[in-house]
């Protein structure tokens, strides 16, 4: 796309969360020549007080080559371990992650989701932001040419690209694949930030499975401050206690538990704790329409297991603007899409494979398949378990078209 009569391509991104801003920083720095324009229902960009997030090193490499590397490392504690024990304290499994994710990828973080916002804002330059502007659908254009985007406020905004990055109840996404509400999952989490690391393993993704199908997972987001939740199995409900006695219900939840996790969630301000309903969705066979694009959480929200869901929007946001930036300059920004969509499809596939596959033994409540889980995690050969964490940790950008044509696929 060089001459004089090149246009530069309008790509508008509904949602500025994790996913949109990481799309419009990625196609920032790819030189593209794009005018990009976010649409964000809230009045600002932010992340819950209480929220934290585990940004592994698959999502820290994306995140590096769109030169977002070193600034997410600076931001965040690195993860360098993670052990699984039972409330009795015994180990059930212990992974040197930091190694598997150095070897495929970059270290990992623990990071607060404010935090991350705010290095993603910097990067895309807060004036691209339109706030309090809901997307609610969009339009094809009459020439095929691209699509008009409908705002809740009236107006439409004419785009090349929209891509929909408006999260779990996607308007994008209800338009495109017309599949309903996601589906709440059997399970809800608490989750807070505490103001102390003391007795708490340095550099470690501590996560302890207890009774009732109770579990807690804990990292450091600095060196004073460890992100935790504690998830049961329950259905979508709101909590009436006050937040003292909501405080005490969790302490009584990990009664017994390592030392460890009672004293971060005890230097948890009880204001502060957060109640999360989770949800899911199933389907995933399709990521594109035309000049529209599902990215992050539109396209796949997956149960929190791995802590994937925000490194899968990140890594779908590079992947998109490395395939609009490979599509041929004499093909429309539609081929770019498709290629998107090809490339990530299997990769999102096989994530939320183990994703689920986790979720569901962590809700065993029985004893009986309490025990063999347990048995199995114990004698399961640290190879198994390796295999997995290497693919999950690794980045793979995919190649372009061309290549895989001469590569014999
Ligand atoms: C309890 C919990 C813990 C988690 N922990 C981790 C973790 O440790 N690591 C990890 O990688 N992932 C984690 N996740 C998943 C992660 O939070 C999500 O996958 C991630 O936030 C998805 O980003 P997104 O930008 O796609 O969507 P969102 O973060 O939901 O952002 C969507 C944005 O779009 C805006 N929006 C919505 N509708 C519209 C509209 N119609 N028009 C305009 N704007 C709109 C919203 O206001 C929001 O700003 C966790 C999730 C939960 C619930």
Redesign the pocket.
Known sequence: MTGENVTRQRIVI???????LATAAALGHNGGDYDIEI????DAVRGLAGSG???WGN?VAALGRVGLGDAVKELGSPLESQVVVTDGGSTLTEAPIGRFQREHADIGVGIRRQALLDMLLRAVGPDRVRYE????GYRATGDGDGVDVLLQSGGAVRADILIG???????IRRQMLGDGDPTPLKHM?W?GISDSSAHFPAETVLMVYGAHATRMVAWPVDDDSVCW?IGRNGTPARDSASPAVLKEQLLSFIDGFPKANRHILENTPAERLIR?D?FARKRLNRLVDGRVAL????GH?MP?VF???????IEDAVVLADCLADAPSDQTPDAGLREYERRRLPRLEWVREQVFKVSRYQEWESPLLVTMRNTVMRTMPASRQEAMWRRMFAFDPGRPAEERADAGH
């Not at 509904?14 to 949109?20: E, F, K, R, V, Y």
């Not at 502007?133 to 609610?136: A, H, K, T």
């Open positions: 509904a949602g500025a969360g994790i996913g949109g649409y964000e229902r809230a997030l585990t940004i999502a502007e809901r997307v609610v990055a408006d999260g779990l109840r996607s308007a989490v989750r939740s999360t989770l990215l992050g959480d539109a929200a929190t802590g994937q869901g925000a490194c899968m929007a």
